[in-house]
């Protein structure tokens, strides 16, 4: 068998990991600069010049880039002209420019400094969960959407349809598409068909499944927690249908399918699986909606269902992907189908079922884990995330992952305290 991480591959990986974060630094700067250009043009009026009616027109003949893309250079280069702190950064190549357009989102002139500091330390995906729940600039100013669902009958009788849900309905459609997905396959007998508190009939309603997934093209019809994928939505929706027409008499749980809302100690509430939803929304569905809250408390723990059984429970399941903002717990990592949940510590050396040692990986990072290029250690309330070219998130307290490659475990710290001890004795 070939060993695929020598230290001739680790050597190459380092120096072109460099590589890539010195290019895209070098890259950010000059968007900066590009940005900077743009927004005197546009302020000096210079487009008349050079033969176009906007800026936006003589950025897409000029630079042969779309006519989206420079609008939005024009506009993002005009906000970002009113914030010195954010710009400052940006020009430093400290913060990406994706970032930037996230931040602009939000920013004021009071709240600037404090949501540029947050940026800096957290990836792009993690400072989205931390901006959840915060009211948008401008907020309310747009007229408000239209809530729809039309259908219409083709020439050849196919009928088509298109709509648009607002958030409590839409994450209700989302849960009944899971239902359905389950009923088509005629999976809910076999899920049903053991007592969950014993091992081993869990293990055969498992393995009775995976028979049937078999049969059906398992990779190409399982979508795991999430939602049905590809052409299998069509299926799930006439699963639904088939529901309603034979009054079932179980529903089956639908974990990360729930409508569920987070809401933190300081007041604000967001929807895990829809950071988009505004405030206004979530107020609705608390209101009038079905739905599940999961308070965070100062660590940033839902609850804990600790149990000394190896698989995962339905509730822990739903907590977990809750927690975690309904995907892969890896930093950086956004996948939210075929997600499983990962011990911590091995169940095979000790480790319990509860959520202080689960985390939601999806089958990627997972197999990340076990083949040894990513490692998960618990310290505490501290999960070190250690990759295998020498990065390391760290999530304290259960919050979200931040970079800090310098950061050790105690027992990492006391390795390394014995080795020197035995390097000057010898």
Not at 30 to 54: M, V
Not at 219 to 225: E, I, P
Not at 306 to 323: K, S, Y
């Amino acid at each position: 068998m070939t060993e695929t991480n020598t230290p001739a591959a680790e050597n190459i990986a380092t120096s072109l990991t460099r590589e890539i974060e010195a290019a895209h630094t070098a890259m950010t700067r000059s968007k900066a600069d590009l940005l900077e250009a743009i927004r005197l043009f546009d302020c000096l009026e210079l487009a008349h010049e050079c033969g176009a009616t906007t800026t936006a027109q003589f950025l897409v003949r000029r630079l042969a880039i779309s006519s989206s893309t420079a609008y939005e250079y024009v506009h993002v280069a005009h906000r970002i002209g009113r914030f010195q702190h954010l710009a400052r950064h940006f020009r430093e190549g400290e913060l990406s420019y994706s970032t930037v357009r996230l931040l602009l989102k939000y920013l004021n002139e009071e709240n600037e400094e404090e949501l540029v500091s947050l940026a800096l330390k957290l990836g792009y995906h993690e400072l989205e969960r931390a901006l959840a729940g915060r009211e948008p600039e401008g907020e309310g100013e747009e007229d408000p959407p239209e809530y729809y669902l039309r259908l219409h009958a083709r020439d050849n009788g196919d009928i088509s349809f298109h709509g648009n849900l607002n958030p409590a309905d839409g994450a209700a459609f989302m849960a009944a598409l899971k239902l359905g997905e389950i009923a088509y396959y005629d999976l809910d007998e076999v899920l049903e068909g053991g007592d969950p508190e014993e091992e081993d009939a869990v293990d055969e309603a498992r393995d009775a499944v995976m028979d049937i997934e078999e049969t059906v093209q398992a990779r190409q019809t399982a979508s795991g927690y999430g939602l049905p994928i590809g052409r299998i939505l069509v299926n799930a929706l006439m699963g639904m249908v088939h529901m309603i027409r034979t009054n079932p008499r179980n529903s089956l749980t639908t974990p990360a399918a729930h409508v569920n809302i987070t809401a933190t100690m300081d007041g604000r509430a967001y929807m895990p699986n829809n950071l988009g939803a505004p405030s206004m929304a979530i107020a609705n569905i608390l209101a009038n909606a079905n739905m599940r809250v999961s308070t965070v408390d100062e660590t940033g723990l839902i609850l804990n269902t600790g149990r000394q059984f190896r698989l995962v429970n339905p509730a822990q399941v739903n907590a977990l992907l809750t927690m975690w903002g309904g995907q892969c717990a890896a930093p950086g990592c956004t996948h939210t189908r075929f997600i499983e949940m990962h011990h911590i510590l091995d169940w095979a050396n000790g480790g319990h079922t509860d959520l202080e040692n689960l985390l939601p990986l999806c089958s990627a990072c997972h197999s990340l884990v076990t083949e040894g290029y990513l490692q998960t250690v618990k310290e505490d309330a501290d999960i070190h995330f250690i990759y295998g070219d020498g990065t390391r998130f760290v999530s304290r307290n259960y919050s979200m992952a931040q970079r800090c490659d310098n950061a050790m475990t105690m027992d990492e710290y006391n390795a390394l305290m014995d080795e020197e001890v035995a390097f000057a004795d010898a």
